[in-house]
């Protein structure tokens, strides 16, 4: 089974599955938030601009008008889209019960991830937690409800992580450790921008008793150059995630990285199949701005299923390579244990 926003559902019925998206939040750093009446507004004249540097028009980084998510997450339904997990963790403005309605109106599952984000989002009550009060706390938010809501989470994560880690930040990892052993539950990490950030990570959950068969580092396509990399880290055991399908740009808005487009990341992933570790990798679009919805011109949930598979089977995927990575890999990380 397979806890969803509105209760549990069999994993065999969770469909095409979006492991890594955000629905209702707001990623604006607390520095950079305006008031809404000076937020950008998105025309035909700005758009290339605005998704060329989200980061420098206000408001971009924050999703929270329900209608409008709604209509967003209807369209991927009528796509065949069938679930997604939404990232929105302690420190992005979590919205259970928005996810709840969006839900239960398209039919689309909604898992809701627990745990905490990057330190710089976190208030002082929350960064004075320790680690086995953070664990405690994402254990509530599993087996009882989240966020002064009645609404089970159903992953750990994404827990997130800056280069260099910070102390709060290592006991987040830790105490998503002890949730997991407690509860079963997958975690997903976002690790920091540095090649070195996910070894690391992964060195402090194998040391503080996490799974990594059940364990997924997500942003593969910004934090490395080389596939060979993500091998490497496949090979102990973790699922690896690329998680920025449908951003086909040079310019990355968080530093310099050398970000591939749509068919790079295939060919990367064809690579980890050919290795034997096709079990060991989900795919998504960390959809975090307006500027990546259809309803102000982006691309929309929908990308996976209208543009991806198709260039996937291009490139010579299987139809059950591609279901492996869509439905049964998640199927298997979301599911009970
Ligand atoms: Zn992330």
Redesign the pocket.
Known sequence: MVQTVNGSVQASGLGLTLM?EHILCDLTPAARRVDPREEVVITLENVFDVTYRPNDYPGNHRLQDVEIALREVERFAKLGGGTIVE?TTGGLQPDPRGLQMISAKTGVNIVLGAGF?TEPYQDEKTLALDTDQMAETIVQQLTEGAWDTDVRCGIIG?I?CSWPLTPFEECSLRAAAKAQDKTGAAITV?PGRHPDAPTQILDILEKAGADLSRTIM??MERTFTEVEQVLELARRGCVVEY?FFGIEQSQYWLGVADLPTDWMRIYDIGRIFEAGLGANVVISQ?I?TRSRLQSYGGHGYGHMISNVIPLMRDRGFSPDEIKRMLVETPARLLASV
């Open positions: 890594h990232m984000y994404e997130g976002h997500d942003h998680d960390d975090c």
